[in-house]
């Protein structure tokens, strides 16, 4: 009998690397759910006696999963792979029932070791062929089921090819742009946990945004930045081989007085200090959001000197570009929120357009 | 040539170009001692390699803000991360002094700086390299700018003859204390001033004298009014003035002591001694006026009144009653 196991996440690139990542010769029978909420259907219908369980999902996220979990005691052991990789979402998570914390993005030897440290993946061992709660022995001689998973890369593959090709028109593929939204998911949760080791604070992580839009509408499409707030902002230019762009910091003016204390400034509302710590956030947050992209593409980058975009502006004044050269930019937004303090922190990744086809080199060497 | 030698060679050539490159780089220890000092740094400072070596940063510059640079650096060895400054947020973290005589714009070099952390063999950050660019020429130009813009921003407001208000920018003040009052209420006057018989002035005497009356008159306004009080030139020889909480009676008390000032003034041009006169409206805003325009008209009546009533007068718009 196969190990029902599910792999509970939203983005469909993360699903496949969890589904490759697992060890072979194991013989389970993978499900899979886009969000907490079919993940805990899936559970109740006897789906996931194992349960590889992501933290950041829209309708119902991973605390809420285990929570339910833990209220209907449903049979099931529950290993997170999360991308927030800040300490204290580690002892949530344990304290919330899960037997371990994984980093995203998953290897295969991490996750081998975690499986088998629990007993939940036994290596060559027939005659000890391990029993999970509901005493279901996992049988190896079948095939493992991920195998069957490449066809569906090399459907992934052939859909940006055509993306690429069709450049006149303003949709993301959603094949892609759910790989992008997975590297900017963990390339978020390095810069946030920095963010949380440097302020001694839990960083509430969103879902990132990923849009293909124009340069002119940039502060339109910023989804958390109100237009009338006053904000301030500061922007850095990178480039990697075939890969460039530019990092934009937009912090709501009503945080700094937070942001300040947590950093042990003594604040007097004034443009320099708010200036000292806009920058300071601004190396952090740049800095490792980078650095989580660069590991990811397996690529490194330089970044350019930061320049001030302005302080207490209108968003719209913020972002006024006059660049011509560039019509469109691939915008990876992720608003950085910080439990229990006023904080508004917008970190945006604009990609050149030319960057894309790089990217999406990059990104199908990440799904093969 | 040999591997081994092409390798000493190009590291050769390495060390030379890091020497020579108009870059400063410092390598610091976890103490702040300086190991590396290249040659931007030891001509700009003044200081020999060998003179600072294994010696703390601090007392050697004391210019540096220590614990401004320890945060930045601690959070460098902690987070394993880059860290970057600008000269916007501080000028420079060394003091070198301007070097170029003649293109050289500012007192000391302007600095933007990188922190990088060095790791060593196990993945400890041990060191820190300090990347210090001279951006002097960038600053300056930024700086030259905006002074440019504000000056552009003030000369697009004024008018050039009295240097008041121009008219477009003085209606634009008009319009926002309009919709102050909308939501304030507070009592607001405005006063309409024009020179009595000046066709005749510049008739008799020329355009030059004219001039010179329109300047007298703008400085008497200059002097007159508080910094809160917006005034403006309406057109050739009428003037405004937007007198911010101040009730009718105040802005008349106001408008008399500056006319019979004007009216006891001589203008002096060479051997021309000229006296003149104004006629002053004032309107102050309620309910009745419903635009900024309506203000301006209201105004202008009482003025026109002032001079049909014999000019150099002050008259008041007379106030709405159904408010009270």
Known sequence: ?368 | MSLETSQINELHWLMEMLHTIDVGLVVLDRDYKIQIWNGFMENHSGLLPREVKDKELFPLFDEIPKAWFKRKAESVFLLKNKAFTIWEQRPYLFKFQNYRPITGAADYMYQNTTFIPLMSATGVVTHLCLIVYDVTDNASHKKDLEEANKELAILSQTDGLTKLFNRTHWEHCLQAEYKRWIRSKNPSCLVMIDIDHFKEVNDTYGHVVGDNVIRHISGLIRHHVRETDVSGRYGGEEFVILLADTPLENANVFAERLREEIEEAVVKYNDIDLKYTVSMGIAEIDDSIESYEAWIASSDKAMYRAKAAGRNKVVLHPKNSTTH
């Not at chain 1, 996992?138 to 195998?147: F, R, S």
């Not at chain 1, 879902?207 to 902002?233: C, F, H, Y």
Request: contains cysteine; proline residues 4%.
């Open chain 1, 1 to 368: 009998m196969s190990i029902p196991l599910l792999i509970c996440d939203d983005s469909n690139m993360a699903r496949k690397q969890v589904a490759r990542s697992l060890p072979d010769d194991w013989d389970v029978d993978i499900s899979f759910a886009t969000n907490g909420e079919e993940g805990i259907e899936a559970i109740k219908a006897g789906k996931g006696d194992v349960l590889l369980l992501d933290l950041n999902m829209p309708v119902m996220d991973g605390y809420q999963v285990l929570e339910a979990i833990m209220k209907q005691d449903l049979p099931t052991m529950v290993i997170v792979i999360s991308g927030d990789i800040q300490p204290e979402a580690h002892q949530r998570v344990t304290s919330l029932g899960a037997l371990d914390f994984i980093q995203k993005p998953v290897n295969k030897e991490k996750l081998t070791e975690i499986l088998s440290a629990y007993g939940i993946f036994t290596q060559h061992d027939n005659e000890e062929a391990l029993t999970v709660d509901i005493e279901k022995p996992a049988v190896i001689d079948e095939p493992p089921e991920h195998i069957e998973l490449t066809p569906l890369t090399q459907a992934a593959d052939v859909a940006m090819i055509e993306k690429e090709e069709s450049t006149g028109d303003f949709l993301l593929d959603v094949e892609l742009r759910d790989c992008y939204q997975e590297i900017a998911n963990v390339a978020m949760g390095r810069a946030g946990d920095l963010l949380a080791r440097l302020l001694d604070v839990f960083v509430v992580l969103p879902i990132p945004n990923v849009n293909l839009i124009e340069v002119s509408e940039l502060s339109m499409a910023l989804s958390d930045v109100e237009e009338q707030d006053s904000t301030s902002g500061i922007c850095q230019g990178f480039i990697g081989a075939g890969i460039s762009g530019e990092a934009l910091l937009i912090l709501n003016d009503s945080s700094f007085k937070d942001v300040a204390s947590l950093m042990n400034y003594t604040y007097e509302v004034d443009e320099s200090t708010e200036l000292e710590l806009l920058m300071d956030l601004a190396n952090v947050l740049i800095g490792a959001c980078l650095n989580g992209v660069s590991e990811q593409l397996d690529m490194p980058f330089s970044q350019g000197h930061p320049v001030v975009l302005g302080q207490h502006k209108k968003i719209s004044q913020l972002i006024a570009t006059n660049s011509k050269k560039w019509k469109r930019t691939l915008a990876i937004e992720i608003s950085y929120s910080i439990e229990g303090y006023s904080i508004k922190c917008d970190l945006l990744l604009l990609f050149t357009e030319e960057s894309m086809r790089t990217l999406n080199n990059k990104i199908s060497y990440l799904l093969d």
